[in-house]
């Protein structure tokens, strides 16, 4: 009996999985839009309700409103929801529900799931969907006890819990929304908890696991914590993700010692805003301290650190880790005039640098192209429409204060490079082109001088 095939099993893989994301920002809008997700009288219009579900779901976290003030609690939960589907992927979700309602995972199933996280191998990729289901709710769980500790006594039990189980998630997911703007006021993010060290530690810690990224997750646990038995990509990911977290830090602390925003902190509580806004600003969309307080040095840091963004197959977003390591062993290996690539005594495929390449290449054309948008229609300076843009298409979430006031234009630009860094910008690619095979043929070949 021949069987049936569905409009979709001709669809590509990049396609569906781009599909799939606009669908659920589109039921998220819908749900926003419903008067019972706002609070006071009427409705949220379609623009700020698209905007918002495609923040959630990109786990990006740039708002329009305030999400405690503006939203009502169904309102929220709608936002946390999506958040959750966008930081382990729709096809994770898909796939554990087809699970747990005992149907047959098939080819098609798993040739998705395995674009949508950019496994390596479509093998075992079940077994990589349960791993990445489990590890994600556990972490939530533990940050969100952990936060309870401090949350309760601060807030009552009902609200302390509600507020831990919020961040817990949206700090994994690289999400950056908060619901601080009814303590300390709209838009403030963490500002009052900029001495904390306790919270900032635990949320920290949740944003650096969430970046990492599942593949580095199951490694680390498979070796054992054997660190020297790690593969190329773990080591890579690893050492890099740390040596940003410091080297930001540092940067960020000497370049604001004697700032607006750090005159009136002790010593210790510098370095943690200096390390906080470090390991936040590379996806999650936290801060501590007013940004626009902050230098044009410190921004242009900033910039510069998220869109490196976090590590291939994780809840962040940016070129990736793996992306910018490649890139700075092409530089070494060509000063050294090397032929391969080589790091930590493994040499990687010759390809690479060209994917790398046009990783980087296609997230400035983004940058580059919507900044000077923003600027000239909203009429901002150009290193502030630029931020806007880097912390959308790096899907990190920080604004310098300006994104609650853009225009239609600007928001649907905005909402549209979210969801380029959240699908990634090589899917992006592939979805937009055409499937004609590639010919076999080779054309002569002319030398050309570079640099």
Known sequence: MKRRKFFWHNISPTKLILGGYLSIILLGTLILMLPVSTRGSGSTGFTDCFFTAASATCVTGLVRFDTFTHWTYLGQAVILALIQVGGIGFMTVAILVLMLAGKRIGLSQRTL?????????????????????????????????????????RFGVGKGIYFSVFHSISAFCNGGFDLMGGETGPFSSLTGMAGNWYVCTIIMLLIFLGGLGFFV???ILRRKWRLSRLTLQSKMVLSISIALAVGGALILTL???????????SAGQRILAGLFQSVTVRTAGFNTVDLTALSESSIFVMI????????????????????????????FATFRRKKNLELFGRRMDEGITRTASCVLMTYLILVSVSGVVISAIEKLPILTALFEAVSAVATVGLTLGVTPSLGMVSKLLLAFLMLCGRVGSITMLLAFSSDKRVRNSKLPLEQVQIG
């Open 113 to 153: 799931m395995q674009n949508s996280i950019s496994a390596p191998q479509i093998g075992g990729i079940l077994r990589l969907t349960r791993f990445i289901i489990f590890g994600t709710f556990t972490v939530e769980t533990v940050g969100a006890v952990l936060l309870s500790f401090d949350f309760i006594p």
């Open 217 to 219: 997750w199951q490694d």
């Open 255 to 265: 370049l604001e010692w004697n700032g607006e925003q750090f005159q009136s902190m």
């Open 304 to 331: 510069f650190l998220m869109l490196i963004g976090g590590s291939t197959g994780s809840t962040a977003g940016g070129i990736k880790t793996t992306t910018f390591w490649v890139l700075c062993a092409s530089i």
